[in-house]
T-cell receptor, first 115, second 114 residues
Framework: KQEVTQIPAALSVPEGENLVLNCSFT??????LQWFRQDPGKGLTSLLL?????REQTSGRLNASLDKSSGRSTLYIAASQPGDSATYLC??????????????FGTGTRLLVSP | NAGVTQTPKFQVLKTGQSMTLQCAQD?????MSWYRQDPGMGLRLIHY???????DQGEVPNGYNVSRSTTEDFPLRLLSAAPSQTSVYFC?????????????FGSGTQLSVL
């Protein structure tokens, strides 16, 4: 059974710092990995999706990497801003025989960026 | 584009009551799903559908029913609410069968069962 772990559970940094969020998964046979952002009281927004054949994806100040063999992904946020404050979740498909969209989520990293 | 719309945003029920959480999407997505989010446990899949007339169970289906009569709508029914169903419920959708398709979420329904 696929399990996803995110460390740390919470992170507080001053504005301008570069930071790394970690995600690990137990079954390396994945099709892809998604990073989501969740603001308080809101739904999830997909930030980046990395295919299993890719090693990284970039969107603006965000860079996500994927190492399938070690079962790890990192989300790098450059020059953090107060507007980046949110919970970040990673998710992978439940299994290769269950379809691409049935996702298993980590419990998230709650990020606070102080001015 | 409205995206994925969930109603209501908040609901309080008494134990034993039934209700339906509504979900609609306007992106012509084949795949729709319901998740619940509980503190410390992440999101867990309740039910999902890969198209009109087709539904299947996820990780935590007990106490919930779904149906998919149209591509746009995927309601979640609580048959007899229990305090353990107090949670935040999210509906999500995407195109089906494509490895690179992102999942789109609604803004959630916060449900309290007393």
């Amino acid at each position: 059974k696929q399990e996803v772990t995110q460390i740390p559970a919470a992170l507080s940094v001053p504005e301008g710092e570069n930071l790394v969020l970690n995600c690990s998964f137990t079954d390396s046979a994945i099709y892809n990995l998604q990073w989501f952002r969740q603001d308080p009281g809101k739904g999830l927004t997909s930030l980046l999706l990395i295919q299993s054949s890719q090693r990284e994806q970039t969107s603006g100040r965000l860079n996500a990497s994927l190492d399938k063999s070690s079962g790890r992904s990192t989300l790098y946020i450059a020059a953090s801003q107060p507007g980046d404050s949110a919970t970040y979740l990673c998710a992978v498909p439940a299994g290769v025989d269950t379809g691409f969209q049935k996702l298993v989520f980590g419990t998230g990293t709650r990020l606070l960026v102080s001015p | 584009n409205a995206g994925v719309t969930q109603t209501p945003k908040f609901q309080v029920l008494k134990t034993g009551q039934s209700m339906t959480l509504q979900c609609a999407q306007d992106m012509n997505h084949e795949y729709m799903s319901w998740y619940r989010q509980d503190p410390g446990m992440g999101l867990r899949l309740i039910h999902y559908s890969v198209g009109a007339g087709i539904t299947d169970q996820g990780e935590v289906p007990n106490g919930y029913n779904v149906s998919r009569s149209t591509t746009e709508d995927f309601p979640l029914r609580l048959l007899s609410a229990a305090p353990s169903q107090t949670s935040v419920y999210f509906c999500a959708s995407s195109f089906r069968g494509r490895v690179g398709e992102k999942l789109f979420f609604g803004s959630g329904t916060q449900l309290s069962v007393l």
